[in-house]
Structures are given as structure tokens and as C-alpha cells.
């Protein structure tokens, strides 16, 4: 089976845009890895876990909302928009570590879809993103991917070293940075606590 024929049928994920082997291949080892983590929070339900909360999802190369962000960050950025369409920078391959930038996108995708169903919450706020903020000492508002470290105290705030301190950059980039780095190097969290937090809130049956 071809790597596109296992995203689609294992994971539920749709392609669009000139996807090379390498691209899919990420994307399924990022599938995997988000997985085994899943199942590590609930033994037993990892797999359906991935199909009830990270299905469908549907992947862009590129494409128009990712050339809007990217002209008004004025660097390459991904963005997920509306709700669970992930546009990806066409160099994400390029980046440290790509399977981590697939995990973080995935985790805006899990805001939407554990938030409210009227508005995406990775926008406007009001999912999982907002109540891990709330944990971590800060208040959330405004727009949830420009608005700041929120209030959360230093103390709980992303070091430079877990990827030059993304995820104080607004609450929505503060849940996707603590998935990303639960899965990947769970050192790198700035409080140990958030492990069970995401276990309880995200990773329930
Ligand atoms: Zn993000």
C-alpha cells in the first residue's frame, strides 16, 4: 500500500498539493509517534483515540491560506484553517525537527475539535488550549494565535531552548508547543504537571 493509501485509511487523512515521498513519510512517522503516545495515556485506545479525535484531517502543500500567513508574518509559517485543514509550509522539511511541526499543526486541529463546535477555537478560543493556559496562571484573550504569553507566570513559561520559546508567543502556540514537546522530549515542558493535564483533558476516552 502506498504511504498516501495508509494516511487515508489507518489515520483517516487527506492529501492535497505535490506531496513526495519524504513529505508522507513524516507524516505517517509523525501519525505513529502521536499514536504510541496516545496509547501510552490510555492503554488500549490509542489507535482509536487517533481516529475519533484526529480524523479526518486534511493536508495542504502550500496553498492560499498558507501564502496569506507567510505574506503577513512575512517568514513561512503553517496554519490550520478553518477547523481541521492543516496548510503546511511548503519547507517544512527544512525545519529542526518536522515530525514535531506535523504534532504541533495536529494539536490546533485538537483545539478545534475538543472546543466549541460555532467558532475554530484555535482562533477565537474556548478549547483545551484555553483551559491548560488557565492551569498555567494566565487568563486568556483576544486572539488566540497573537496574544501573548497571557499572564502565565515565568515560572511556567517555555525556555528558550525548547525551540526558542515558541509557545509563549499566544495560547493557542502555548497548548500546540506542549503536545508537540509531551511527545517528542517531555523534558523540555516548563512544569512537569502538564503531562497528567494533557492525560486528563485531551488523552481521556
Ligand atoms: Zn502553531
Not at 93 to 100: A, I, Q, V
Not at 158 to 186: C, D, K, M, R
Given at each position: 500500500?502506498?504511504?498516501?493509501?495508509?494516511?487515508?485509511?489507518?489515520?483517516?487523512?487527506?492529501?492535497?498539493?505535490?506531496?513526495?515521498?519524504?513529505?508522507?513519510?513524516?507524516?505517517?512517522?509523525?501519525?505513529?509517534?502521536?499514536?504510541?503516545?496516545?496509547?501510552?495515556?490510555?492503554?488500549?485506545?490509542?489507535?482509536?483515540?487517533?481516529?475519533?479525535?484526529?480524523?479526518?484531517?486534511?493536508?495542504?502543500?502550500?496553498?492560499?491560506?498558507?501564502?496569506?500567513?507567510?505574506?503577513?508574518?512575512?517568514?513561512?509559517?503553517?496554519?490550520?484553517?478553518?477547523r481541521r485543514d492543516?496548510?503546511l509550509n511548503k519547507?517544512?522539511?527544512?525545519l529542526p525537527n518536522?515530525?514535531?511541526?506535523?504534532?504541533?499543526?495536529?494539536?490546533?486541529?485538537?483545539?478545534?475539535?475538543?472546543?466549541?463546535?460555532?467558532?475554530?477555537?484555535?482562533?477565537?478560543?474556548?478549547?483545551?488550549?484555553?483551559?491548560?493556559?488557565?492551569?498555567?496562571?494566565?487568563?486568556?484573550?483576544?486572539?488566540?494565535?497573537?496574544?501573548?504569553?497571557?499572564?502565565?507566570?515565568?515560572?511556567?513559561?517555555?525556555?528558550?531552548?525548547?525551540?526558542?520559546?515558541?509557545?509563549?508567543?499566544?495560547?493557542?502556540?502555548?497548548?500546540?508547543?506542549?503536545?508537540?514537546?509531551?511527545?517528542?522530549?517531555?523534558?523540555?515542558?516548563?512544569?512537569?504537571?502538564?503531562?497528567?493535564?494533557?492525560?486528563?483533558?485531551?488523552?481521556?476516552?
Amino acid at each position: 500500500m502506498s504511504t498516501a493509501n495508509l494516511l487515508r485509511s489507518e489515520y483517516g487523512w487527506k492529501l492535497s498539493g505535490a506531496f513526495n515521498e519524504t513529505h508522507l513519510a513524516v507524516l505517517l512517522l509523525a501519525a505513529q509517534d502521536l499514536s504510541a503516545f496516545a496509547e501510552a495515556q490510555a492503554p488500549g485506545s490509542g489507535e482509536i483515540w487517533m481516529r475519533r479525535r484526529l480524523a479526518p484531517v486534511h493536508f495542504h502543500l502550500g496553498g492560499l491560506p498558507q501564502w496569506v500567513v507567510t505574506r503577513v508574518a512575512a517568514h513561512a509559517m503553517s496554519v490550520v484553517f478553518p477547523r481541521r485543514d492543516v496548510w503546511l509550509n511548503k519547507n517544512f522539511l527544512t525545519l529542526p525537527n518536522p515530525r514535531h511541526h506535523i504534532v504541533h499543526e495536529l494539536a490546533h486541529v485538537l483545539d478545534n475539535r475538543l472546543g466549541p463546535k460555532t467558532l475554530p477555537a484555535a482562533i477565537f478560543g474556548g478549547g483545551p488550549a484555553d483551559r491548560l493556559a488557565r492551569e498555567m496562571g494566565g487568563a486568556p484573550r483576544g486572539m488566540r494565535y497573537s496574544n501573548g504569553a497571557c499572564g502565565i507566570p515565568p515560572v511556567n513559561r517555555w525556555a528558550e531552548s525548547a525551540g526558542g520559546g515558541y509557545g509563549n508567543h499566544a495560547s493557542a502556540e502555548y497548548f500546540a508547543e506542549t503536545l508537540a514537546w509531551a511527545v517528542y522530549y517531555p523534558s523540555n515542558l516548563p512544569n512537569p504537571t502538564m503531562m497528567n493535564w494533557l492525560k486528563a483533558n485531551v488523552f481521556y476516552r
